[in-house]
């Protein structure tokens, strides 16, 4: 890429580190219309997987390097052949495919896991960027561990593989050990002492265990680094990555002090940290900068008043700017048809089938009766329920349950199970777990329920209920959502859905 002085790339890997979430594994479907959801953010490179971990992130890559156009597509790939095979084989058809391969730098990892001399190391790295570039010349290489690295090794190793062909070097924070000035120092040293470092884009991957991951990314750019590897929500490897709702908006927001630009559309980032929340099951803190609940809201009265006379004086953004509009109460129960797959196709879901759109058509006019205003979250649940991203062995057909102080919590449940009717009854300590023994009964499964969590979608006694579950199963942690107005249903609904996705896994 010819690189300007001025843009900011941002790379992201919500499709490979933040799928390193615990928890936050995603089906091939769920990750193709992620990417097209980072396609409308107008992304510059996603990092769709890792291919050789798993025959599932091979095709996953493939099928977005072979479908997906208008955006480089990354695949990771450890230093060594065999790794970088499997990477250009998921990628070679995609319009603009990176290898991303990386190796460890620093003397802990040297040490006790690659069991290498820095020599070794340094041939290591250079051998694997040539045989990356003898398959295209879109080469990143990451120094695994940079930021604990001696600087002056990490200077050896990018100089030669700059040398080799690598086009952008990345320079990991990989434990989130870094601190800003200190990141910043760095990034200025590796560009005074690598003496080919402008033939190459410098990066940074931040980790965020210290909760300076994007501080850190933010000083990288002051000092000069022009890619920055960025998941949304925040979410990856333990406490997670450079979020990039938070680094685009302070690139935009405080353009007077950072002098760069992104080419992120950032209309598009509330639909797409909801859409990423939704699929990995991973709910944003109310408090969350940018994507929380609360981040636009003003609950005390000065606040409001000075609201009220004029936003500026509460407000550094605007929530128009990261699609957050009162346009986000948007349909209600005379929007048809046309109004509906308007607003799914802004909310990224634009290639629905005309199927899954009658039935999510069909569920909206259901819910608007008992409700009146839905907003994008009440359709996200709808499109969660109706859209299938995994076959559904078991269907919910009904459920009644029986609770109060003085009776003993029932519920009677109606499942299909591999299309056969079956019916079953169960007491429990409350209405929820009397429906879940009777769930578990009727498939026959024996999961144990990790997490459990009931929240409104959105505010009033009419809101439909979410309830999230994480269940584990073999060794095997899934996740499942559920949303109805009835809150049982909703947890029904959940635990379904998570037993679903084990019996995916099983296959
Ligand atoms: O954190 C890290 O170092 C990584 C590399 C593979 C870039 O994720
Ligand atoms: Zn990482």
Redesign the pocket.
Known sequence: MTQEKDKVYIFD?TL??GE?SPGATMNMQEKFRLAQQLVKLNIDIIEAGFPIASAGDFDSVKNIADNIRGVQVAG?ARANQKDIDTAWEALKNGENPRI?T?LATSDIHLKHKLKMTRDQVLELAVSSVKYAVSKTSNVEF?A???SRSDLDFVCRVFEAVIAAGAKTL?F???TGYALPDEFAAQIRYLIENTANIDKAVLSV?C?NDLGVAVANSLAAINAGARQV?TTLNGIG?RAG?TAMEELVMAVKTRSDLMNVRTDIVTEYIHPSSRMVSSITGMSVQPNKAIVGANAFAHESGIHQDGMLKERTTYEIMNPCDIGLSEGSLVLGKHSGRHALKDRLRVMGYATLSDDELNKVFTRFKELADVKKDLVDEDLEAILLDEVIYIPEVFQLVSLGAMSGNKTMPTSAVKLMVNGVEKIGASIGVGPIDSAFRAIAELTGTQSKLLYFAVSSITGGTDAQGEVMVRVENDGKIVIGQGADPDIITAAAKAYLKALNRLEYLKK
Do not use: G
Request: aromatic share 4%.
């Open positions: 890997t490979r580190d390193q990771l991303h990386f990451s695994e561990d940079a990345n990991p924070d990989t991957h980790h590897e490897e990555n």
